[in-house]
C-alpha cells in the first residue's frame, strides 16, 4: 500500500526547522512536497542506468563480419615443406645437452637460460631440478 505524499512549507536556509511555523513571506518560503521512492517517477536524465551500460556504450561496433569459408572450394596441398619459424631460426640447444646428461648429472646456467631449459624440458617430458647457486647462476640437474 503506497504511503502518501507530504507537502510542508520550508523557509529559507537561515531558519532552524523548528521554527518553520514563522511567517517569513512569500518570496522566502517554499514547498517541498516528500514522496515515497515507490511511487515517484524514474528521473529524466541522459546518463546511462549504470555503469556497465556506459561500459556497452563505449564499445565500438565492428566494422566488417568474419568471412564465411567454403571447405568444399579449399584446395589441399601435400609434400610442401614447412618453413622454419622466422622468431626461432635455429634448433634448441636443450636436446642435445639433455641426451648426454645422466641421472645426478648438473649443468650451470643463467637464471634465463633455465628457465628456458626447464620450460623445453617439461613440454618434453624430461625430468629436471634447477636450484640457485647464486644472485646470477643457477644449476639445473637431471633427475631421471
Known amino acids: 500500500m503506497p504511503r502518501p505524499a507530504h507537502e ?20 522566502a518560503q ?10 515517484a517517477p524514474p528521473v529524466q536524465t541522459a546518463a546511462p542506468a549504470s555503469i556497465f551500460a556506459a561500459g556497452q556504450a563505449a564499445k565500438p561496433k ?33 636436446p642435445g645437452l639433455c641426451a648426454r646428461m645422466k641421472a645426478g ?14 620450460s623445453w624440458a617439461k613440454k618434453n617430458q624430461v625430468k629436471l631440478a634447477r636450484r640457485s647457486l647464486g644472485p646470477d647462476q643457477c644449476g639445473v640437474w637431471r633427475t631421471a
Not at 30 to 39: F, H, K, M, N
Not at 76 to 93: C, D, K, L, R
Open 8 to 27: 510542508f512549507k520550508k523557509s529559507g536556509p537561515s531558519i532552524p526547522p523548528e521554527d518553520d511555523t514563522i511567517d517569513t513571506g512569500a518570496a
Open 30 to 39: 517554499q514547498t517541498v512536497r516528500i514522496v515515497p521512492a515507490g511511487s
Open 62 to 94: 565492428r566494422l566488417y563480419a568474419a568471412a564465411s569459408v567454403d571447405p568444399a572450394a579449399l584446395k589441399i596441398e601435400s609434400g610442401v615443406p614447412m618453413p622454419v619459424m622466422a622468431n626461432n631460426p635455429g634448433q634448441s640447444p636443450w
Open 105 to 118: 648429472d648438473m649443468v650451470r646456467l643463467t637464471p634465463k637460460q633455465a628457465t628456458s631449459l626447464i
